[in-house]
């Protein structure tokens, strides 16, 4: 089992993003507000496999989700 705890760095990371603070903080700026009515994994601005990552993570209640969860609240 995977006890890491996983950053929002590391998230933008694995998800082919840049990671830098700035970097994360633009894209958030660009992306949000996400409608309270799309699910984060369905947002048009993911890709395909990023949409798959997310889904799957979030589903799964994965070890990641809890920074996904984070980056969800920071887009709404």
Do not use: C
């Amino acid at each position: 089992m995977d006890t890491n705890l996983h950053t929002m760095s590391s998230l933008f990371a694995q998800l082919g993003l840049p990671s830098e603070p700035a970097a994360m903080e633009d894209f958030i700026a660009t992306h949000r507000p996400l409608d309270a009515g799309i699910a984060l994994y369905r947002a048009p601005f993911w890709s395909t496999s990023q949409r798959a990552f997310l889904k799957e993570e979030i589903i799964e209640d994965a070890d990641w989700s809890g920074v996904i969860d984070e980056l969800n609240g920071r887009l709404r």
